[in-house]
Structures are given as structure tokens and as C-alpha cells.
């Protein structure tokens, strides 16, 4: 009898085994499939339309800035003062402290809430507090514009310094005067500059040749560095409205 009994034992704890073993395997396929489906998630977010912008670009809506995805997403919710573009900050790049510089990367933008200076990554998370020792380490070498804006009867036009000689001869002049206003954007290709052109109050974009690259249709385009970082306007139709567009005029 005691011998029966330990086998009835032994029989139960097999069974008991056998019935363990198969839910601890499907617990098993669960886990990797669910976080692959959540990076999937996250690169389609981001996934450019355009490979010549930046995946994510600021936008601001009632007084707030964040962070759009090409495709119009909210990515980073507006929340802060001001931003960057998420592009390198040489500051950080250079700091004293080596566990900093990764933060300089074009991985990370640099944001503005209640008079606080953070870097942030693309999800959002702030990654650093800027202190005031990463400030004044940046040495940008200068690179002289090739050509310059010339004013001729109270109208502007555009000119290369290298060859232009003579104002009265109008073939020495690049663009010959006939713009309201005329301004160089700061770029890498400086043999192919684009230039902020207004006429008859209304502002747009032309290239060396005096091709339109952006129709004369906005009230104002910002003289900054949105081209040179991002290859971006910012224009705005009415005055007070500011956004990005691209070269070919698309409205982020």
C-alpha cells in the first residue's frame, strides 16, 4: 500500500510538471513581440517624408512651442518657450566635461521652459540642464559670403564681389536692381545662396539666377539660421502667425 501511494505521488507532481512547463513558454513568445511592436511604432512616428529636413520641427500653437513630425503628428507636446532645431550644439560638443558632450549631438534639441535651459531627445525626455560654465566654447570659423546685396536707384539687386567693377555696366551685376528688399541666407553652399526677395510688400524666395524658389505670397520670412540648420523658411501669411516651410513651399 505504501508503495502505491508513492507512486500516485510522483505520477501527480509529473503531471503537475508537465502542465508548468507549457505556460511558461507562452508567457515566453509574448514579451519580445510586444516590444517590437512598440519600436515599430516609435520609427513610424518619425519617418521622413522629406530626407533633406529634420524628422521632428517646431511648431507653436497658443504661445507654447513643441515638436511635429513631418507627417503634421504631435511628437513632443508644446509645452516650452522656446526651441531649437535638433541639430549639434557646439557648446556642449566642447565642454570640459567629457559625460556632457554626447548631449551636443544632433541626437538632442536644446528647449526653454520658465527661463530653464534643457536638451532634450526625440521622445521628449529632458537629458541635461545647461549650467553656465557650457556657455562661450563655440569657435565657428568664418566664411565670407561670395556675394553681397547692392542698392541702385533705390532698388536692390545682387552682385559677386570678385567680378562686379563698374555699377554702370548692368551685365557685371549677378541680379540686376530690381527688388524692394533683398537678404542672403546664411547657408553651406555659398556658390548657391538662397535669397529673401520682397516686391510689392510681399516676400519670397529666389535663388543666384533669379529663379522663384517661394512664390512672393508672405507677409514676412525670418532672417535666421532656420535655412543653414534645417533647411527651412519660417514665413507667416498674416504678420503674427509664424511656421516652417520647405523648399518646395509645403507647410510644416
Known amino acids: 500500500m505504501k508503495n502505491v501511494l508513492s507512486f500516485i505521488l510522483i505520477c501527480l507532481s509529473l503531471i503537475s510538471l508537465a502542465q508548468k512547463k507549457p505556460v511558461s513558454q507562452k508567457t515566453a513568445t509574448k514579451i519580445p513581440a510586444k516590444k517590437k511592436q512598440l519600436h515599430a511604432k516609435h520609427n513610424t512616428d518619425l519617418l521622413k ?3 533633406s529636413i529634420p524628422a521632428l520641427i517646431p511648431q507653436k500653437m497658443e504661445g507654447k512651442f513643441g515638436f511635429i513630425s513631418q507627417k503634421g503628428k504631435v ?5 516650452y518657450s522656446n526651441v531649437g532645431f535638433f541639430t549639434e550644439d557646439c557648446n556642449l560638443l566642447n565642454s570640459h566635461n567629457e559625460k556632457v558632450r554626447k548631449f551636443g549631438s544632433g541626437q538632442y534639441a536644446s528647449v526653454r521652459i520658465e527661463n530653464v535651459d534643457f536638451r532634450i531627445d526625440m521622445n521628449g525626455k529632458r537629458v541635461y540642464h ?3 560654465s557650457d556657455l562661450g566654447k563655440c ?3 568664418f566664411k565670407s559670403q561670395l556675394f553681397h546685396g547692392y542698392i541702385l536707384n533705390n532698388a536692390y539687386g545682387i552682385i559677386e564681389d570678385s567680378k562686379f567693377e563698374n555699377p554702370g555696366d548692368y551685365r557685371q551685376f ?3 536692381p530690381q527688388y524692394d528688399y533683398l537678404h542672403i541666407m546664411e547657408g553651406d553652399d555659398l556658390k548657391n545662396p538662397m535669397i529673401i526677395a520682397s516686391k510689392n510688400n510681399r516676400f519670397g524666395v529666389i535663388d543666384i539666377n ?3 524658389i517661394i512664390p512672393f505670397e508672405y507677409s514676412d520670412i525670418k532672417r535666421n539660421f532656420s535655412w543653414k540648420l534645417a533647411r527651412l523658411f519660417e514665413v507667416t501669411k498674416d504678420g503674427k502667425n509664424y511656421y516652417y516651410i520647405d523648399i518646395n513651399n509645403k507647410a510644416y
Open 49 to 51: 517624408i522629406n530626407d
Open 75 to 79: 511628437i513632443i507636446p508644446h509645452q
Open 130 to 132: 545647461f549650467e553656465n
Open 139 to 141: 569657435a565657428s570659423p
Open 174 to 176: 549677378t541680379i540686376y
Open 210 to 212: 533669379n529663379k522663384v
